[in-house]
């Protein structure tokens, strides 16, 4: 329902910074940072859980003759702890001088993505003196600073990033700084996030080191609602509610925190899913939360759900329903397929949902597909038909290349192909059904009797006529000599 966010680039060096007398000197470099950790913001394309410390490190891009990695440990809950480890090594394998803990910090910069929206928030300072800072790093070796504890660190939003870079960099104190947004365990919210940190080097009488990670992903976990006060609870409920509502993405997000949830999030999903008012996306997401969460509720509430206006409701309902193995729900679902004004689309998810998530199709589904004037739910059953290749369901397979539909046609030749079934009746239909119309469906009419009579002889529907003919002509004449007689 909706794609990966597209990823920012990456920062392969930062220079350096002349010190602090004129910020404007700067400038420049904090447009560069900030351009490059906007990046931090953009979710990876599959959901990964935060990498433990043993995880293999992601080394950055080399600055200053150094690499760094970021590690995110445990768990990351919403209120809960955020804590990081940083390792160095040098890039090129030589020793290289550090300047003292005391003048060394960095920050973590940590983004997510809330529907349409993105939001950046930048740490306070993480203070290398409390590390077991190095005065070098050898060639060799790696270091591992922290743990460092970020779950109450102040953090600032991504608009106020270019005066708190320059109050960071320029030494001012922590008086000059902008407002804050809040602690880190305070502002972020379940679902995916990125973080990345940024480690500086102050040298005295020189330019000030920048040295970035690689982005991290994280998996922002939902709160223990069992430590949460009853308003507190009813409140991230709520706020949960409301994320469905801002873009397919964020209630895939939505959907995720609340199948980890369970059970518990139950009553409110139930009210929301029935408000018609609020965007598709919304309903499709809740729809499919109430399948996702086994439960005689959510059974009742997808039966009812199957009469909804929305046919994108039914369908999910079709689709996604069948995981809650309630023999009430499949009968109603059985008998919506089976009603004369049920859409043939309807047919064609329950085909599917039947196959992906039970591994078997009722009788009365399959009979439904095979029967609906919906090419997409005959094309279905064919793939259904070739999982449970019966004697019966191959005869079944053989009548649809008989089919109207071209796309039909190719699916049961391509079902058939998969089949093994050598029996002269398949044969024989797949060459009578190189005399039907359509260049994709005698192309993979070829296919399947390429495979199963290991005779190399395609089809290429780019050919020239006399090229494409003659290949229809050779099958039949191998056929007319190979075919049984009476």
Not at 132 to 151: I, K, R, T
Not at 348 to 374: C, I, N, Q, Y
Not at 407 to 422: D, E, I, T, Y
């Amino acid at each position: 329902m909706c794609g990966p966010l597209p990823r920012g680039r990456s920062i392969d060096s930062i220079g350096c910074m002349n010190t602090v007398k004129d910020v404007r000197a700067f400038l420049p470099l904090l447009a560069a940072l900030l351009c490059a950790v906007c990046a931090a913001a953009a979710p990876p394309a599959v959901p990964q859980a935060a990498k433990p410390a043993e995880t293999p490190l992601v080394w950055g891009p080399p600055s200053a003759g150094l690499v760094s990695a970021l590690a995110v440990e445990g768990d990351v809950r919403v209120g809960g702890s955020f804590r990081i480890r940083l390792s160095l090594r040098s890039a090129a394998g030589q020793t290289i001088g550090l300047p003292s803990a005391g003048k060394a910090f960095g920050w973590v910069v940590i983004g997510q993505s809330l529907g349409d929206s993105k939001r950046v928030y930048y740490s306070e300072k993480v203070p290398m003196a409390a590390a077991a800072w190095p005065g070098e790093l050898g060639g060799g070796s790696v270091v591992c600073l922290g743990p460092f504890d970020l779950s109450a660190a102040t953090v600032f939003p991504s608009k106020a990033a270019r005066s708190l870079l320059t109050a960071y960099l320029s030494g001012k104190d922590d008086a000059d700084l902008p407002k804050a947004a809040g602690k880190l365990n305070e502002v972020l919210v379940a679902g995916r996030a990125t973080a990345k940190f940024i480690l500086c080097l102050p040298h005295e009488g020189a330019k000030p080191m920048l040295v970035t990670s690689a982005v991290v992903p994280v998996t922002v976990g939902p709160p223990d609602m069992a430590s949460l006060k009853p308003d507190a609870r009813e409140k991230f409920l709520a706020d949960l509610m409301k994320q469905f509502d801002r873009g397919p993405w964020a209630g895939k997000e939505a959907h995720n925190t609340c199948v980890q949830l369970g059970k518990e999030v139950l009553p409110h999903v139930l009210k929301a899913v029935f408000e018609t008012d609020r965007p598709s996306h919304a309903r499709l997401w809740l729809t499919t939360t109430l399948a996702d969460i086994r439960d005689p509720r959510s059974a009742r509430a997808l039966v009812k759900l199957l009469d909804d206006p929305s046919g994108g409701v039914q369908n999910v309902v079709a689709y996604h329903g069948v995981k809650q193995r309630s023999d009430h729900l499949d009968k109603a679902l059985l008998a919506k397929v089976k009603a004369s004004d049920a859409t043939s689309r309807l047919a064609a998810w329950t085909l599917l949902g039947f196959m992906v998530h039970r591994s078997s199709v009722p009788e009365e589904v399959l009979k439904a597909g095979l029967e609906s004037d919906d090419p997409r739910a005959r094309g279905t059953a064919a793939e259904v038909l070739a999982a449970h290749a019966s004697e019966t369901n191959i005869r079944r397979l053989v009548a649809l290349l008989a089919d109207a539909s071209e796309r039909v046609r190719g699916v049961a030749a391509k079902m058939l192909g998969k089949s093994k079934n050598r029996s002269p009746g398949v044969l024989g239909a797949l060459v009578k059904a190189l005399d039907l119309p359509g260049e994709t469906a005698r192309q993979r009419v070829c296919d399947a009797l390429s495979e199963l009579t290991a005779k190399d002889l395609p089809y290429d529907p780019a050919a020239a006529e006399a090229g494409r003919a003659a290949t229809v002509a050779a099958w039949k004449a191998w056929w007319a000599e190979k075919k049984p007689r009476r």
